[in-house]
């Protein structure tokens, strides 16, 4: 091991054991590496300076605390006692300590709905758990090496691909497992972060707060590797409330889950037009569940005539009970969307 590495093990203990040692974190350190409790200090010195430790007191009577800067970082076997609750509490929740409550709600809501998902969905032996906090940002990453959420989804859902499993994602209210699940976790996850980014068999998934759309990209993680990575991120600063964006997707019954947006955009595949039924049909799929479905339109130059009659026309004289609302539509896309609503209304 290099000077480096081993001087990056020494402050990570340190931060890792201060607040159980804050008076004697030198000696208890020293003792762990068998090194003198002066060469601790400077180690010490040195997180103080960082931002990662503060001080008070001098002499025999000072302590050690933690700093504004705050990360904890580990892996863990996915047993039977291992549970999204028991490994905030007793590993994780220091991080957050002192953020502002909407932060904290947040940030507590992401990672114990992720964490839960690792948990019930991935069928893998062990997780990774990062948190960060920094200056402007904190920054979870869940990563577990089961099957892959992509590749799950469309296996038990009988899907085409993985792209149309994260699509079908995006609706929200997807589950594998409808008795134990609503299928809420991820969709609400990606929409209370600033970012939010799932990866998994080379393919990734991104929802960024100050863009208008969201992507599908090419994966870090190889379509050969097992597992699945969600990262989050939001700003110290954000004045978010989780309820309010619960609120936005909520219809006249305030307590229901009964609105979604579907991005019009992720059912393209490359550069190809949305002019056919069956692309209709694959964006149409599972919106029974819902009573409002916004179909936002960012990002699509034009459609064809067929793609807006089945869904604005066919679909929606199917069922009447669903409000169908188009938003951000360029003039080529709705001119067919209006000729569609108006061929159901003459019916």
Same mark, same amino acid.
């Given at each position: 091991?290099?000077?480096?590495? $081993?001087?990056?093990?020494? $402050? $990570? ?65 996915? &047993?039977?006692?291992? &549970? ?27 990672? &114990? ?70 299928? #809420?976790?991820?969709?609400? &996850?990606? $929409? ?32 050969? #590797? ?122």
């Amino acid at each position: 091991m290099s000077n480096k590495e $081993r001087g990056e093990r020494i $402050r $990570r203990q340190i931060l890792r054991d201060v607040r159980h040692h804050p008076i004697d974190i030198a000696k208890h350190i020293a003792a762990i590496f068998s090194i003198t409790p002066q060469a601790v200090n400077s180690h010490i010195k040195r997180l103080e300076t960082e931002g990662w430790l503060k001080s008070s007191g001098t002499g025999k009577g000072k302590r050690y605390f933690l700093g504004d800067l705050r990360e904890y970082k580990s892996q863990f076997p996915l &047993t039977e006692e291992f &549970t999204e609750d028991g490994v905030w509490r007793n590993h994780y929740a220091f991080v957050f300590d002192g953020l502002p409550e909407n932060i904290v709600d947040i940030c507590h809501y992401g990672f &114990t709905e992720m964490v839960n998902n690792v948990i019930d969905h991935s069928g893998g032996k062990h997780i990774y758990l990062s948190a960060v906090r920094d200056k402007e940002k904190i920054v979870i990453i869940v990563i577990d090496d089961g099957e892959g959420i992509f590749s799950k989804i469309k296996r038990l859902c009988d899907l085409s691909d993985e792209r149309q499993a994260l699509f079908e994602l995006s609706k929200g209210k997807l589950t594998t497992d409808p008795d134990n699940h609503t299928g #809420e976790g991820i969709f609400f &996850t990606s $929409r209370v972060f600033d970012e939010f980014e799932i990866e998994s068999g080379g393919i990734r998934f991104s929802h960024d707060d100050t863009f208008d759309f969201d992507f599908i990209l090419e994966s870090h993680i190889s379509r050969d #590797e097992d597992g699945t990575a969600v990262y989050m991120l939001i700003k110290r600063d954000s004045t978010r409330q989780i309820q309010s964006v619960f609120d936005d997707y909520a219809g006249p019954d305030e307590f229901q889950f009964n609105k979604t947006v579907i991005p019009v955009r992720l059912a393209q595949y490359g550069n190809e037009k949305l002019v056919s039924r069956s692309q209709a049909k694959r964006l149409l799929a599972r919106i029974e569940r819902f009573q409002y479905v916004i179909f936002d339109f960012e990002g699509v130059a034009a459609i064809g005539q067929a793609f807006a009659d089945e869904i604005f026309r066919v679909y929606a004289q199917a069922h009447p009970e669903i409000t169908l609302l188009p938003d951000k539509m360029e003039p080529n896309v709705e001119k067919m969307v209006s000729r569609a609503i108006a061929s159901k209304a003459a019916n």
